[in-house]
């Protein structure tokens, strides 16, 4: 899940993200769908989300896309259909949003946290091999701010052990690793459709991606409360499935999506121009292979600033720049994770990195003018 920054009461200038951009392309495709679904009264697993099934399927270049009520439930999903439960670990960046571990505790199973690459902050496939263990039952890469890990890169003894690896896509719809789509990495993977998303709904949804038939049966299964057959529960499940009208607007918006792509990596090149050079910045990198799709431009403010990062994001925030954080604390030293025993200092990259990202308004739709505002405020946010 991805955090979509509010904007503030007084007017601004420049919004982390404008969802209206988006939708005015969309509304009235959005709306005739809606009609439809309602003149026909498909509420619950209407033709619409089998179709969007298919397409997103298709666009992913995996068998089966299962939708279902959210990113989260995704995760778990997918983790359950591989098997993972109590007593089973879960190794997991430490730089992630925390449904990615929330996910693996809802199992019953324990959060395992490797570090991450200083460059690029994906999942660090050498700090892996750290963390694993004779308990560790899968390992959970995140393809963090729009660009796939580097799952080729993962400890061969991982396939050795049976260890399996589900691929959180949450961030990533339509980029590729050395030609190959997010969504098609691992055993099984997840993603989200939060609004915010390069594919985002109009409210929460989801969905799971596999290649493997008996797994997208027994997601199918665990988001119908078990059952394939009304009244007979082959297994405890829970009720977890992608709503008929989120469906109208994802399928809307698919149609869409690598145009919107094309426009978030031509907004990232122009970042990258007029950002070059500034003392005391760190401009994000894109790992050999991959094909960005800017779900989020991160900077970082480096120790070499005269100010921190929460000063130059205060400064930007009272110039009507709506920048934001993704995410101010590493995952392992949430409170709300405190039992697992971490402390300040165990992934050093995460934490370093935490302290010093931030977040600059990147959707389909900004203009040069508003880019060039942002980077002339940054310029002058990171100033004595």
């Given at each position: 899940?991805?955090?979509?920054?509010?904007?503030?009461?007084?007017?601004?200038?420049?919004?982390?993200?404008?969802?209206?951009?988006?939708?005015s392309?969309?509304?009235?495709e959005?709306?005739?769908?809606?009609?439809?679904?309602?003149?026909?009264?498909?509420?619950?697993?209407?033709?619409?989300?089998?179709?969007?099934?298919?397409?997103?399927?298709?666009?992913?270049?995996?068998?089966?896309?299962?939708?279902?009520?959210?990113?989260?439930?995704a995760?778990?999903?997918?983790?359950?259909?591989?098997?993972?439960?109590?007593?089973?670990?879960?190794?997991?960046?430490?730089?992630?949003?925390?449904?990615?571990?929330?996910?693996?505790?809802?199992?019953?199973?324990?959060?395992?946290?490797?570090?991450?690459?200083?460059?690029?902050?994906?999942?660090?496939?050498?700090?892996?091999?750290?963390?694993?263990?004779?308990?560790?039952?899968?390992?959970?890469?995140?393809?963090l701010?729009?660009?796939?890990?580097?799952?080729?890169?993962?400890?061969?003894?991982?396939?050795?052990s049976?260890?399996?690896?589900?691929?959180?896509?949450?961030?990533?719809?339509?980029?590729?690793?050395?030609?190959?789509?997010?969504?098609?990495?691992?055993?099984?993977?997840?993603?989200?459709?939060?609004?915010?998303?390069?594919?985002?709904?109009?409210?929460?949804?989801?969905?799971?991606?596999?290649?493997d038939?008996?797994?997208?049966?027994?997601?199918?299964?665990?988001?119908?409360?078990?059952?394939?057959?009304?009244?007979?529960?082959?297994?405890?499940?829970?009720?977890?499935?992608?709503?008929?009208?989120?469906?109208?607007?994802?399928?809307?918006?698919?149609?869409?999506?690598?145009?919107?792509?094309?426009?978030?990596?031509?907004?990232?090149?122009?970042?990258?121009?007029?950002?070059?050079?500034?003392?005391?910045?760190?401009?994000?990198?894109?790992?050999a292979?991959?094909e960005?799709?800017?779900?989020?431009?991160?900077?970082?403010?480096?120790?070499?600033?005269?100010?921190?990062?929460?000063?130059?994001?205060?400064?930007?925030?009272s110039?009507?720049?709506?920048?934001?954080?993704?995410?101010?604390?590493?995952?392992?030293l949430?409170?709300?994770?405190?039992?697992?025993?971490?402390?300040?200092?165990?992934?050093p990259?995460?934490?370093?990195?935490?302290?010093?990202?931030?977040?600059?308004?990147?959707?389909?739709?900004?203009?040069?003018?508003?880019?060039?505002?942002?980077?002339?405020?940054?310029?002058?946010?990171?100033?004595?």
């Amino acid at each position: 899940m991805t955090t979509v920054e509010r904007r503030p009461d007084a007017a601004v200038g420049v919004p982390f993200v404008d969802l209206r951009v988006q939708h005015s392309e969309v509304a009235a495709e959005v709306l005739d769908g809606f009609a439809e679904v309602l003149g026909a009264g498909d509420f619950i697993g209407g033709g619409a989300v089998s179709a969007f099934e298919e397409e997103y399927a298709a666009f992913a270049g995996v068998r089966h896309c299962i939708g279902v009520g959210n990113g989260t439930d995704a995760l778990e999903m997918g983790l359950r259909a591989l098997g993972v439960g109590h007593g089973d670990e879960v190794v997991v960046p430490a730089a992630t949003f925390i449904a990615t571990a929330e996910a693996v505790l809802r199992t019953g199973a324990r959060p395992v946290f490797a570090d991450v690459d200083d460059d690029t902050l994906l999942l660090d496939p050498s700090d892996v091999e750290r963390v694993v263990t004779d308990r560790t039952r899968a390992v959970v890469p995140v393809d963090l701010h729009g660009q796939v890990a580097p799952f080729e890169s993962l400890p061969e003894s991982l396939s050795d052990s049976g260890i399996a690896v589900l691929e959180d896509g949450a961030q990533s719809q339509g980029a590729t690793r050395h030609g190959q789509r997010a969504g098609s990495f691992g055993r099984i993977a997840a993603t989200s459709f939060y609004p915010g998303k390069n594919l985002g709904a109009y409210g929460d949804a989801g969905a799971v991606l596999t290649d493997d038939d008996g797994l997208a049966e027994q997601v199918r299964l665990l988001g119908a409360h078990g059952s394939a057959v009304k009244y007979v529960h082959t297994t405890v499940g829970f009720n977890s499935r992608l709503d008929t009208l989120q469906a109208v607007v994802l399928r809307a918006k698919l149609r869409r999506l690598p145009g919107w792509n094309v426009l978030r990596r031509e907004a990232a090149a122009r970042y990258d121009s007029l950002l070059d050079g500034i003392p005391g910045l760190r401009l994000p990198v894109t790992a050999a292979g991959n094909e960005h799709v800017w779900h989020l431009y991160v900077v970082r403010v480096t120790e070499a600033a005269p100010v921190d990062r929460d000063e130059v994001l205060r400064r930007l925030q009272s110039e009507g720049i709506g920048a934001g954080v993704h995410y101010p604390v590493p995952v392992h030293l949430t409170p709300a994770l405190s039992r697992l025993g971490h402390r300040p200092g165990d992934l050093p990259v995460s934490e370093r990195a935490a302290t010093q990202m931030l977040s600059l308004p990147m959707f389909p739709g900004i203009t040069e003018e508003q880019q060039a505002r942002v980077a002339e405020g940054l310029s002058a946010a990171l100033g004595p």
